[in-house]
Structures are given as structure tokens and as C-alpha cells.
Antibody, heavy 126, light 106 residues
């Protein structure tokens, strides 16, 4: 059974860059039909899809988020990553990585998130 | 913009049926997933593609979909089902989660 684990700093200063990694174990990130997603949840609030990536590097982002979101993949490490630049207090959240079973294209994605990491709290504060 | 609306809260007695709705215009054209989230834990997929149940999810969880509304039904609700529940769907080029419903088992 695939497992995901987020890692990265728990505290980031305003205007700086948030960087997180997600390591996949128990399965290959090079899996046909699977994308890999980042989802976040501000304290006490609901869930927000940030974006998904395919192992070939194709990325799909939530258009409602500001520019500055970068999702990348490193197949040699079975890992994918999130970078969010120029963060503000509004970016304080628990960040989850998840397996996204489904397809994505230029018009959007389909599918579902069937395996999640435990989540990591990132606080934006000086 | 694409939005999914759920009732904020629902109280149910043990053994009774809990019904959670998720409404949104885009649901007419796409599948819905449902997630259970207990305090301090990651969300868990309980229903995908409107009606399918992942392995390990109890049969008391079921889903349905009609037009612009998706429904999660918990039959014979147990104390362990007390949690937040979120629907999720794709549309307008993005993925959206519902506003969430807190189920309290009294």
C-alpha cells in the first residue's frame, strides 16, 4: 500500500518561499494513471486543492491561487515537491500530499485522492 | 466560480441514518468523492466516483448523485463516525472541496 510523507520547515517568514517535499513509499511515482497532488487546510477551515503533477512533469494548478506556485517531481527519489513564493499569513496551513488517481488535461482533471500523507503544519510568521 | 455547498452540521443518534448533501451546478457533469476527517488526522476517502467504496470502508457508507446534488449516506451511524465530511469534485478547470459538514453522534 502506497504511503506518503511530507517534509519541510514548519516556520517560514512573510515574503519568503515555502518549500515542501513528499516522499512516496510502497509504490512507484512512475505509475500510469496516477498524478500526485498538494492540498492544504488553514487552521479550522476547509480543504483546498493546490495542484497535481504527473511523473513526466505535466502540472495542473488551482487557478484561484496566486502565481508563484511550483510543483515538481524527482522520479529518481520517488518524490515530488511544492514551492510557494512570497508567502503571507494567509498561507499558514496544514499541507498534505496525496495520490491523485485519475487523468488531467489542458481542460482540467478528473479522479480522486485515495492516499494522503499525515500532513505538515506550515506557519508563516516573522 | 465553482462552489460546492454542504450543510455546516448534522446531529444524529447512534443507529440512525445520516444524510449529507453536496450541491453545485458543476456536479451535473462530473463525479463526486467524499472524505471523512477526524480531529488531528488526514482526510480518508470513503466514496469515489459517486457510489464506489474503497476497500476497508464499511458498507454503511454509501453515495448517490442526481443532477446538481451528491449525497453521502451513513446507515446505522456509530460513535466512531463522528467527524467532518467533505465532498470533492472537478469542474471549470479546477478541483474543489465542499464547505464541510460536521457530524455529531449524540
Amino acid at each position: 500500500q502506497v504511503q506518503l510523507q511530507e517534509s519541510g520547515p514548519g516556520l517560514v517568514k512573510p515574503s519568503e518561499t515555502l518549500s515542501l517535499n513528499c516522499t512516496v513509499s510502497g509504490g512507484s511515482i512512475i505509475s500510469r494513471g496516477d498524478h500526485w497532488a498538494w492540498i492544504r487546510q488553514p487552521p479550522g477551515k476547509g480543504l483546498q486543492w493546490i495542484g497535481s503533477i504527473y511523473h513526466r512533469g505535466n502540472t495542473y494548478h488551482n487557478p484561484s491561487l496566486k502565481s508563484g506556485v511550483t510543483i515538481s517531481v524527482d522520479t529518481s527519489k520517488n518524490q515530488f515537491s511544492l514551492r510557494l513564493t512570497s508567502v503571507t499569513a494567509a498561507d499558514t496551513a496544514v499541507y498534505y500530499c496525496a495520490r491523485h488517481r485519475g487523468t488531467c488535461s489542458s481542460v482540467g482533471c478528473q479522479g480522486y485522492f485515495d492516499s494522503w500523507g499525515q500532513g505538515t503544519l506550515v506557519t508563516v510568521s516573522s | 466560480s465553482f462552489e460546492l455547498t454542504q450543510p455546516p452540521s448534522l446531529s444524529v443518534s447512534p443507529g440512525q441514518t445520516a444524510i449529507i448533501t453536496c450541491s453545485g451546478d458543476e456536479l451535473r457533469h462530473t463525479y463526486t468523492s467524499w472524505f471523512q476527517q477526524k480531529p488531528g488526522q488526514s482526510p480518508v476517502l470513503v466514496i469515489y466516483e459517486d457510489t464506489s467504496r474503497p476497500s476497508g470502508i464499511p458498507e454503511r457508507f454509501s453515495g448517490s448523485h442526481s443532477g446538481t446534488t451528491a449525497t453521502l449516506t451513513i446507515s446505522g451511524t456509530q460513535a466512531m463516525d463522528e467527524a467532518d465530511y467533505y465532498c470533492q469534485a472537478w469542474g471549470s478547470g479546477t478541483g474543489v472541496f465542499g464547505t464541510g459538514t460536521k457530524i455529531t453522534v449524540l
